[in-house]
């Protein structure tokens, strides 16, 4: 696997049922996940798959049934931060539930740029977290 959503793809696929036949070949990059850093990255990025199940279209996961879709998406945030758990890092638990929430909130009042915003800032805090520096900043 060559990065985070690769990973992300094989995780699912790997673990069968309806959600595997849904998997596709990544074709974006993980913007988020290299904020978080390597050691973060495909659980930044699964949780984000979530939300972008949410909320429009995924990039490695794409259901055609919408409820499929967002019961795939609930899948994805329990899947990255329970891992997040798994690992002791229950600051970064806490920073991307807190984005989950203030992403929703944002759908929810018509500003989707300040979603993408609370996304950035919380994959940035999650690297700070760990006590390491973010990449790019």
Not at 56 to 70: I, N, S
């Amino acid at each position: 696997m060559s990065g985070p959503l690769e990973a992300l793809a094989a995780t699912v696929r790997g673990d069968g049922g309806l959600l595997a036949d849904t998997v596709t070949d990544p074709t974006q990059d993980a913007e988020l996940g290299a904020l978080a850093g390597p050691g973060h990255a495909e659980l930044v990025e699964a949780i984000y798959e979530g939300y972008l199940l949410h909320y429009g279209e995924g990039r490695v996961l794409r259901p055609a049934d919408p409820d499929l879709a967002l019961l795939a998406g609930d899948r994805l945030y329990a899947l990255g931060l329970a891992r997040l758990a798994e690992l002791g890092d229950l600051a970064g638990v806490e920073v991307l539930a807190g984005v989950i929430s203030r992403a929703a909130q944002a759908h929810a009042e018509g500003e989707p740029e300040a979603a993408q915003a609370a996304w950035e800032a919380g994959a940035r805090a999650v690297g700070h977290a760990r006590g390491g520096a973010p990449a790019g900043g």
